[in-house]
């Protein structure tokens, strides 16, 4: 869904700035429930669909050159795909702000991940016994019941002997009603962020290498600018995004970065002037050290 939402955005974020996904910290899931998820051009795979209820951490890579993002979701009660459906076109054309609205009405989003390939990242989300769907935006275009992934989560499969391992983190980031990034503890190179959507709108996180002295200034003075060209702050290299989060909602983010600075932007439309979050100052540089 980023990929999709960074479209709309496209003019203020510039041709330059690609968000390629974060690596793997290879003791990042240790214990608990691990699905392989592997993308390419033809959708998803589960390693498996059916899993207990607790914390699972997803594996993600992917051999699709347009890269692969998981996306966990549920309709809310008396919610279509179709509803699903006109709530996304919403969205991504001319009513960006009702879409936001909509979104959040009709549907609760657990998260996930966008990755490239060779650069896979794992996301660990806490899942309750119930049945979810999983959906990649970026070759499926839009989800329907014949494109989805169910995924179940409990009915009769015992609970893993290890819950709890993979939701470890140095380090936690709110995403706040007044649309800001908020950041406590150590963000290290190679580690685990908690991300916690803690406002009455979703939102998601964009974490785009920039180059040594980049200020929030800067940033925003860019974006007021309309400019088309690549910001002078862009510099190429890894990076991950952590897809969409429902208010409420939290995952932890394993990944492992070169060190440096980076910022973090969310583009999801203002659910009253449809303006992306980052236009109105939803980013913040971090030094990943």
């Keep these: 869904m980023r990929k999709l939402l ?50 699972i951490s997803f594996q993600i890579s992917t051999t699709n050159s347009a890269g692969s993002g998981l996306v966990l ?24 702000a009702k879409g936001t609205r909509d979104l959040v009405r009709d549907v609760t989003i657990y998260g996930g991940a966008d990755v490239e390939m060779g650069t896979p990242v794992t996301a660990t989300i806490n899942l309750e ?8 935006f970026n070759s499926s275009g839009l989800p329907t019941a014949q494109t989805v992934t169910r995924f179940v989560v409990g009915e009769g499969i ?6 709890g391992s993979g939701w470890n983190h ?4 709110s995403l706040t009603s007044s649309d800001r990034f908020q950041v406590r503890g150590e963000l290290h190179a190679s580690g685990s962020i908690l ?31 309309g400019a088309h060209t690549r910001p ?15 208010p409420g909602r939290d ?6 970065l070169p060190r440096g600075s980076y910022v973090l932007a969310c583009f999801i439309a203002d659910d009253v002037t449809g303006m992306p979050h980052a236009f109105m100052g939803m980013h913040k540089v971090i030094t990943l050290h």
């Design 251 to 256: 995952l932890v983010l394993h990944y492992s």
């Design 6 to 55: 960074a479209e709309v955005a496209a003019a203020a974020v510039a041709a330059g700035v690609a968000v390629l996904a974060g690596g793997l910290s290879a003791s990042a899931a240790v214990g608990g429930q691990t699905v392989q998820v592997s993308g390419s051009s033809a959708g998803l795979h589960f390693s498996t669909t059916h899993v207990p209820e607790g914390n």
């Design 170 to 173: 140095s380090a936690s980031v």
């Design 129 to 136: 016994e119930k049945v979810y769907y999983a959906f990649d």
């Design 195 to 225: 991300v916690q959507n803690v406002a009455d709108t979703i939102h998601f996180m964009d974490l785009i290498p920039v180059k040594a002295g980049t200020t929030d200034a800067q940033v925003q003075a860019f974006f007021d600018s």
């Design 232 to 246: 002078p702050f862009a510099r190429n290299g890894p990076s991950f995004t952590m897809e969409v989060l429902s």
């Design 73 to 96: 979701f549920r309709l809310k009660p008396g919610v279509s795909f179709a509803m699903l459906d006109a709530d996304l076109q919403e969205e991504f054309g001319s009513a960006p």
């Design 158 to 163: 015992e609970q893993a002997a290890a819950q």
